[in-house]
């Protein structure tokens, strides 16, 4: 009898374990099926998840690392960077390679005006409204191999404005997660933005 219960207890292992393996390989599959926009998409997705899922995204490829050790790539076109940026104001943590499945920034939800400009040919790529997600970054697909200012301008509920300012570069060596770039009060005055610029309020995902 002990031997029946045993070997059932066994087999039953064996399925489960099998039945694991087979659903990481179909995980792994659809991923490496996705493009690049999609791949961070589904990194969001797995946010904190429980089945020890990791999403990494290098400057050439985003990456995601299943439970039992199983990778699947998605390449980024060469014309393309992900810069995905935290700005904060009290704490922050170091990063290189953004990981949409954990990284955490401070400002969840937090809206701001921010703007790009290329530093050699003094391009603006954007001038808008965000709001921070629910990681509390904000991803932006860029142009590669530039070198781009961005700015930060976030007000609080008690009117103190706060600028932050970094040039970053999109080169295959660069960082795709920024978490340097702390909001710094203003002498508590009235950043530049005008109206316009205000209520072109655009979120991003």
Request: glycine residues 6%.
């Amino acid at each position: 009898m002990f031997k029946k219960v045993l070997f059932s207890s066994l087999i039953l292992f064996f399925m489960t374990a099998c039945s694991q393996v087979n659903d990481t390989d179909i995980q792994a599959k659809a991923f490496s099926q996705l493009d690049h926009k999609q791949a961070v998409l589904q990194g969001h997705k797995w946010y904190k998840n429980d089945q020890g899922i990791v999403v990494r995204v290098h400057p050439d490829k985003v990456t995601a690392t299943f439970a039992n050790g199983k990778q699947a790539d998605v390449a980024i076109p060469e014309d393309k960077f992900l810069l995905s940026i935290a700005p904060w104001i009290t704490y922050t943590h170091p990063c290189g390679n953004h990981v949409p499945t954990g990284c955490t920034g401070e400002l969840i939800g937090e809206e701001m005006h921010m703007s790009a400009v290329d530093v050699e040919t003094g391009e603006e790529l954007m001038n808008q409204m965000v709001t921070l997600q629910h990681d509390g970054f904000i991803d932006f697909w860029v142009p590669r191999n530039r070198k781009l200012e961005f700015t930060f301008h976030h007000g609080d509920k008690n009117g103190v404005w706060r600028e932050a300012k970094e040039v970053l570069t999109t080169n295959l060596n660069s960082r795709t997660c920024i978490t340097t770039m702390q909001l710094v009060a203003m002498n508590e005055t009235t950043p530049t933005v005008t109206h316009q610029e205000a209520s072109a309020h655009h979120k991003h995902h």
